[in-house]
């Protein structure tokens, strides 16, 4: 099942951890081209916690296969 939300602009798994080192981490990664600075004029705090919550249900349905997500951002690179 592919992660999908409006403000999704690609989503993929990371593998995290050390070489030899077990268990592997399974990571989401989420960019998006939402504004994730608060400080930012277009910075909306309801969109970024909309794709939050769709973030943690759909980690949640994974059945503790994925153990994280992140968010990057696209639209405001530094």
Do not use: C
Request: net charge negative; aromatic share 10%.
């Amino acid at each position: 099942m592919a992660f999908q939300h409006p403000n999704v602009k690609n989503a993929y798994i990371k593998h995290e951890g050390r070489f030899f080192a077990h268990p592997w981490r399974m990571v989401l990664v989420i960019e998006t081209d939402l504004i994730t600075n608060p400080q930012h004029p277009n910075f909306s705090a309801q969109a970024l916690n909309d794709l939050v919550n769709a973030g943690q249900v759909y980690v949640a349905a994974q059945n503790r296969r994925i153990e994280d997500f992140e968010i990057i951002p696209i639209s405001d690179r530094v």
